[in-house]
């Protein structure tokens, strides 16, 4: 009996060092939301790495599907915005403290907009993505860099356009607004789901035929519909946003891909109308 107890300890122990070898140097990483998988991706490898929030859903009222718990309780370490701005996982960052949770507010720094759209600045997510590389015992340094270089760029893009204004379509954006000092005048909606009220809608109407602003940014989730409205007749810049970035390729360069193409969709939007004023109108 003591021999059985004994080779049964002895294989425990076994087993118990095996599962020891398999993980720590490389966990699974779960990030709540795809732009935060675009930072964990800069050192967290593709098959290592699942997001929460499925494509076509936003985290403003998203809930947790039963096959969702089996992807937290397979993850090691959760990259997320915290219970204020992703209630849906309270519970479980309760219930599994032994799981690493990384939450991007505790980045936040005294000053900055309540935006909880936390990804999008470029700051604090240099300083959540060092703490994940400590984790993993990897450099930080390179994806740093590379956000740098993207602000590099998107100011370059955006140079002389900084003071245009424009209208976005939801509250998502006031962090990379303020990282590149661009004018934004007005949203929609604060949160997605919810339509704009008419008084809203009449003031922003009132704005863009005044022509303060000369570009307006939908989503791919919404119908431009409202937008088309509230432009129609109206000589207007147009161009998308996407919160999620949900076309951007989960690839080391994720996070600076998706920044500079958001200066490049910006460029293109509110130069739209100079290029139209720039040429005489007289040869029609
Ligand atoms: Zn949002």
């Known amino acids: 009996m003591i021999n059985y107890l004994l080779s049964l300890g002895l294989l425990l122990v076994g087993l118990t060092s095996l599962n020891a070898q398999a993980r720590p140097d490389q966990p699974v990483v779960l990030a709540s939301v795809h732009p935060l998988a675009l930072v964990a991706a800069s050192i967290v490898p593709n098959e290592r790495l699942k997001v929460l929030v499925p494509p076509g859903m936003t985290p403003h009222d998203f809930s947790l599907r039963p096959s969702d718990i089996d992807l937290i309780q397979s993850a090691d ?54 703490r994940l590389a400590g984790y993993l015992k990897q450099d930080a340094a390179p994806f740093a860099r590379s956000v740098d270089e993207a602000l590099k760029k998107s100011d370059e893009q955006l140079s002389g356009l900084q003071s245009r204004g424009f209208f976005v ?24 789901e ?62 600076a891909n998706m920044l500079v193409d958001m200066a490049k969709q910006a460029k293109q939007c509110l130069s739209a109308t100079l290029s139209v004023e720039s040429e005489p109108k007289v040869a029609e």
């Open 77 to 130: 370490i959760i990259v997320w915005s915290g219970v204020d701005n992703e209630p849906y996982l309270r519970g479980f960052a309760k219930r599994w403290p032994e799981k690493i949770w990384l939450n991007a507010a505790d980045f936040r720094t005294p000053g900055m907009t309540s935006d909880p759209h936390l990804w999008f600045a470029p700051e604090l997510v240099k300083q959540l993505q060092a």
């Open 169 to 192: 379509f939801h509250r998502a954006y006031d962090h990379w607004v303020n990282a590149l000092q661009l004018n934004q005048l007005g949203a929609f909606t604060l949160s997605p």
């Open 194 to 255: 919810h339509r704009p009220g008419l008084r809203t809608l009449r003031q922003m109407r009132k704005q863009l035929e005044r022509g303060d602003v000369v570009c307006v940014f939908s989503e791919p989730e919404f119908s431009p519909a409202l937008v088309n409205r509230l432009t129609d007749g109206l000589d207007i810049g147009r161009g998308e946003l996407d919160p999620l970035a949900m076309h951007i390729a989960l690839d080391q360069d994720g996070y």
